[in-house]
């Protein structure tokens, strides 16, 4: 926009500087009374009229098809004498004769031979010195007929005399004007042709399709209009013709889109292949028959039926209301559609002014090529974003299948550590049981890669984690002993750990993740030396779970992007899901992921989470279970709650007990009891004893045991915890 003003500058400074404006011989004849007599279809006798507009209105009115006008000039007194004067009497569209004092000087087309005119043309004609009459009047009579309609002219009253090199300035205009026309159409088509291809590839937005392909028939109308084909075509009344058959299609093709705009009527319904092959089907018709019938009378009610049509919608259909949002498509359709009712009122002889029309569509094709520009943007844009998705898809798949394998070949060696655990007698107990909870751990991301990323197609697609009430402070615990040994190699790190008794509804393993993988981002902030702060506390019906440090701090704008899928700061080989999948899960719990820093300052990582009230656990819960590891877990957490915990390897050793328990008591059984028992099976039995409160615990999808809708299915870790 500022080259574009600072161009308008230089232009007009150019014009301002002396010898950028010269004095003009040109002068604007002032017509008074004007001679007017009609030839065709009937001969009358000559009437008198005070200016030519009233010359022209009057024979306009008496449907003339041919007239002769005369009026009287005389030469400005600077004329006289020089060999070049000439007159221009506007732009011509009919054919016409032009004489001086009664003798020839100029012919646009023998109105006698000729029934077609090409083009628009400057009506200018030399005045020979030796029939001008200087200080005496001088006669110009025009005999003109016309071609299209009622249209006779125009002359619009500006008539001007002068040297001739200067009055070929508006027919030199005229021949830049047809020639823009043939530009813009060429440049029209080509784009077309391009968002075309594109479209179909990238979009099948209905309005986009139709906008382009009304653009197409406006371009081919615009080549048309410029009078190219004529140089290169030898038959004018086939180029008439196609020209004639390029408007109508134009104006179907415009009237189906002010109807997808308006969202009525059956093309709505056409696909893009059956409304193009409908817009060709127009244009054959109007080739064929238009030829062979009164071409101009046909025309002229094609335009009013267009008139009406769009007019009707205007009205009607509220068409104004869709055109939000596409503000410069509105604009330019609807000045084509003001220029066909200024074409069409002068065809009808309702309007005899200046003919606006050509200027209105001259606006609209540049704004239709500017519209199809930004169409073209628009598509490479998309175009664009549709190769980045498509390159974080593989990305993601190729992900979603590392997942996969990792939690595959990693069981073997989990069962191997289990197995050794059971010999490490020698270990003392709290590091048996650490080694024991890692092992676990370990267990369950294995357990959930398979299940987040397993699908009956074979493809990655993740899914929802249940979440249960659980009590958070001993949730917690065990993930900040497991920390404060894998960084007890750093002495300068201290890990510090406050909380108070809270309930929340989370997914155990997903929120021990989370706690994990926030508590080494906060020891990766530091050199050597530094301090890891978790809080956990309750305030206005809240769960706050706050994990900070006092490392290095994270740049305004990193941290602006921290949370985002790929985004991480300060870590080798980081890949910035830890942070993504933290919020995500987060806030699907209801909860909300908030990050705190400044450089030099620390960071603190804050989750906050619906408080639920305290959960109030069964006293005896029994267990059934051939893993020694998940009865050692559930006995560990049910010591914490209070709640007596009965663990037994088999369903044998719970039916052997005495007494038995109550039938309400709580039950849950292994899903895979070894020896292949299966814990439905076992759920059926104990459901006919008379037990009523069954739960199967499972590291299975809950898919699996749908078809036993009475049976509860929860994961590995206890329900309490």
């Known amino acids: 926009m500022r080259s574009f003003c600072a161009g308008l500058l230089g232009l007009f400074t150019l014009w301002a500087l002396p010898g950028g404006a010269h004095a003009s011989d040109v002068y604007r004849l002032t017509v008074g009374t004007v001679t007017a007599q009609e030839l065709m279809p009937v001969k009358r006798d000559a009437g008198l009229y005070p200016s030519l507009p009233a010359a022209q209105a009057a024979v306009i009115k008496l449907a003339a098809q041919r007239a002769i006008f005369s009026f009287d000039f005389k030469l400005p007194e600077s004329l006289c004498g020089r060999e070049d004067v000439g007159i221009y009497m506007g732009v011509i569209y009919d054919q016409d004769r032009a004489f001086l004092n009664s003798e020839l000087i100029g012919i646009t087309a023998d109105p006698e031979h000729v029934d077609i005119r090409k083009t628009g043309k400057a009506r200018l004609y030399l005045l020979p010195k030796r029939l001008l009459k200087c200080g005496q009047a001088n006669t110009i009579k025009i005999d003109v007929r016309s071609l299209v309609g009622k249209r006779l002219g125009p002359f619009g009253g500006d008539i001007r005399v002068g040297p001739w090199w200067e009055l070929e300035r508006p027919a030199d205009l005229l021949q830049e004007y047809m020639l823009f026309f043939r530009e813009i ?34 371009g081919l109308m615009c080549v048309s209009l410029s009078g190219w084909l004529f140089s290169l075509i030898g038959y004018p009344a086939l180029l008439y013709a196609v020209h004639a058959a390029l408007v109508c299609t134009m104006l179907v093709e415009l009237s189906r889109l002010i109807a997808l705009y308006a969202e009525r009527g059956i093309v709505t319904k056409l696909s893009h292949f059956w409304s193009g092959t409908l817009s ?33 919608f205007l009205f009607y259909a509220h068409v104004h209301k869709y055109f939000r949002g596409k503000v410069a498509e509105g604009i330019f359709l609807w000045l084509v559609v003001i220029g066909v009712i200024s074409d069409t009122l002068r065809i009808w002889g309702l309007h005899s002014g200046q003919n606006i029309s050509a200027y209105l569509v001259a606006v609209s094709v540049v704004g239709l090529g500017l519209v199809l520009a930004r169409e073209l943007v628009g598509v490479f844009k998309t175009a664009a974003d549709a190769q980045r998705i498509r390159y974080e898809k593989e990305r993601f798949e190729l992900l979603s299948d590392m997942a996969m394998q990792v939690a595959h070949d990693i069981r073997s060696p989990l069962a191997a550590l289990d197995v050794a655990l059971n010999d490490l007698s020698a270990l003392p107990p709290d590091k048996r049981e650490l080694a024991s909870g890692a092992v676990g751990r370990i267990g369950e991301i294995a357990r959930d890669l398979l299940e987040n990323y397993k699908s009956p197609g074979g493809k990655s697609l993740p899914v929802g984690k249940a979440v249960s009430p659980q009590e958070l402070k001993t949730l917690i615990e065990p993930i900040l002993y497991e920390k404060r040994a894998q960084h007890s190699s750093k002495p300068g790190v201290v890990i510090e750990y406050t909380a108070q008794e809270v309930y929340a509804a989370v997914q155990p393993t997903e929120l021990r993740r989370i706690v994990s993988n926030l508590v080494n981002n906060a020891v990766e902030a530091f050199e050597s030396v530094g301090k890891v702060a978790v809080d956990l506390s309750r305030l206005d019906g809240k769960v706050l779970l706050k994990v900070s440090d006092n490392g290095k701090g994270i740049p305004a704008e990193i941290l602006a992007k921290l949370g985002r899928r790929g985004e991480t700061h300060g870590k080798a080989g980081g890949t910035g899901l830890g942070l993504y999948h933290a919020r995500t899960s987060v806030e699907s719990w209801g909860g909300m992921l908030n990050i705190d820093s400044k450089p030099g300052s620390g960071t603190a990582v804050t989750i906050e989470l619906p408080a639920i009230e305290d959960v109030k656990f069964p006293k005896t819960v029994v267990l059934v279970d051939d893993d020694a590891l998940v009865r050692m877990n559930w006995k560990t957490a049910a010591k914490g709650k209070g709640i007596a915990l009965q663990a037994f390897s088999s369903p044998d050793a719970f039916l052997a007990i005495e007494p038995p328990v109550a039938k309400d008591t709580p039950i849950y059984l292994d899903s895979d009891l070894g020896d292949g028992v299966k814990g439905e099976d076992i759920a059926q039995s104990l459901k006919e004893k008379g037990y009523s409160n069954i739960c199967l615990e499972t590291g299975h999808s809950t898919e699996k045991f749908s078809h036993i809708p009475w049976l509860k299915v929860i994961g590995k870790e206890p329900p309490w915890q």
């Not at 060709?280 to 009610?301: D, K, T």
């Open 185 to 218: 159409g060429l440049l029209i088509l080509s784009v077309t042709f391009v968002l075309f291809g594109l479209f179909w590839k990238y979009s099948f937005n209905r309005r986009q399709m139709a906008f382009v392909s009304f653009a197409f028939w406006a």
């Open 280 to 312: 060709f089907a127009c244009f054959c018709v109007f080739f064929s028959y238009l030829p062979s019938v009164n071409m101009v009378q046909v025309y002229r009610f094609i335009l009013l039926a267009f008139i009406m049509y769009a007019v009707g």
